[in-house]
């Protein structure tokens, strides 16, 4: 009997070991290559905000209920002005309801520890890049910094710096959005879910727990990094912001503290190319303010992994998932897009924007996230 053919798969993040991870658990006859740059396993941001679309998508690759069980349900809370005013204040019963469950936050590390043991088949190999690809008559030759290889198919789930996504676009450009996000951790106890919008900034913060909570921030200022102490800047910036946010500032750890400038990249104008498809955000990058990225990514790798099990050539595999995914992912991009004008508006727009009903809200995220999205 031949050998099942060969898939190499560029990038152990999210979309690539969920891909493998649903390979695996659907039985697919593909022996999967999974390379990643980083020397170990990823986890860098802290914590992740999972919606239902993206605990659905876990359901079908058979990691549903182990992310469930080492996550938080998020508790609705309230989005409030700058100055403490109370926009809006939605039920978690009433938004698990619409959206099907309720929303979920767990640490990334450990998403990407559930994701990785059941990719487990495939093995991840470390410190390998890949740097581009050429099409062959037998499928693809993958170049990487540990020399090339020949693969039946190749799926760039390498981010949104992806070197698969511009190789298959070349030219490819992105753009700082004009703020960067930091994220922490904070050891405040007793915290409610709460967004803060005003001055062109905003400040989140997601309980995980009694004695631990999520944070985010975002700030408009020049790309390229603060003096040093983040801490500092983001107590500069909030001066006198409504509580938590002094506190939650002040019991964070500054080892506990990540900041990345948020960049636009060009949409790509195609996701495949024969063997070759892209998935996650080297598809389709998005900015962070609605927690989307992840689960899109997950949604993705879920789908991908169905169709490559059913036994399609990669061609047709990846052309059925294009055409299944590319108008919703792009939706999603624009509402992230929107999300980021939303929080940017003056105080009067937010003010007004109180006025839209809870329910067409609901309705419109359940649309992006839902668990029937
Ligand atoms: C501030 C912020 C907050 C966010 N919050 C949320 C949230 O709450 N919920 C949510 O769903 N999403 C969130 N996101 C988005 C989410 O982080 C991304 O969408 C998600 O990580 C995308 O997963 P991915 O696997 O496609 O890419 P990545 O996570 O970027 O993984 C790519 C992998 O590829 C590897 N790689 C890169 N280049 C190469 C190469 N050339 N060769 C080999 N390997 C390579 C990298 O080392 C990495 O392991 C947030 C993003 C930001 C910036």
Redesign the pocket.
Known sequence: MSDPPELVI???????LALAAGLAHGGAAYRVRL????PAL?SS?GT???WPA?LAALDRIGAGAEVRAAGHRVAAGTIRSHTGRVLRSLDVDRTATVLGEAPLALRRGLLVEILHARSAPAGVTFG????GYERTDGGVRVPTSSGPLAARALVG???????VARTLQPGLTETYAGYP?W?GLSRTPGLEAVQLWGRRQEFGVVPLGEDLAYW?ATVREPAGGTAGDELAHLASAFAGWPDPVARVLADTAPDAVSR?D?MDREPLRRWRDGPVVV????AHP?R?HL???????LVDAALLASLLTAGTVPEQAFAAFEARRRRTAGWVVRASRAAARAVEAPSPVHRLSALVPDAVLLRALAALGGSRS
Not at 35 to 38: A, F, I, Q, Y
Not at 128 to 131: D, R
């Open positions: 560029a990038g152990a993040g999210i979309a690539g390379l990643d740059e980083r990823g941001g992740i905000t999972l993206a390998t890049a890949v740097t789930a390498d981010g949104y710096r992806s070197r996000a994220r985010f990345n948020v998935i996650g955000d080297a998005m962070p927690g989307q990225g992840g689960g899109q990514a």
